[in-house]
Nanobody, 125 residues
């Protein structure tokens, strides 16, 4: 059974930092790209960042480049998203997701094989 244990969400003031964690189990971690999407109220789900467990290559959306950093610990089957300089527009439910490599449609919702339940990030102004 595939499981994601997501943690690290919460309430933070603008300019602050949070670190999200996603511990995965039930599939071969090294065969997947794993990362994060987010969905704000009334908006579509968007890809934030992902990392290839096989070669460590990463992708980040333009809106978070320079502020968010994704990393992984393959020994722990865990992916981290360090979020710095948070802005109110970063407020959303953040979902961990995984897609079998190679990515055929990029880091997009329709390409994902597995989803976590999400963790809420709220950034106050």
């Amino acid at each position: 059974e595939v499981q994601f244990v997501e943690s690290g969400g919460g309430l933070v003031q603008a300019g602050g930092s949070l670190r999200l964690s996603c511990a995965a189990s039930g599939f071969t971690f090294d065969d997947y790209a794993i990362g994060w999407f987010r969905q704000a109220p009334g908006k579509e789900r968007e890809g934030v960042s992902c990392i290839s467990s096989s070669d460590g290559s990463t992708y980040s959306a333009d809106s978070v480049k320079g502020r968010f950093t994704i990393s992984s610990n393959n020994a722990k089957n865990t992916v981290y998203l360090q979020m710095n300089s948070l802005k109110p527009e970063d407020t959303a439910v953040y979902y961990c997701a995984a897609a079998l490599l190679p990515l055929l449609v990029g880091w997009s919702p329709e390409g994902m094989d597995y989803w976590g339940k999400g963790t809420l990030v709220t950034v106050s102004s």
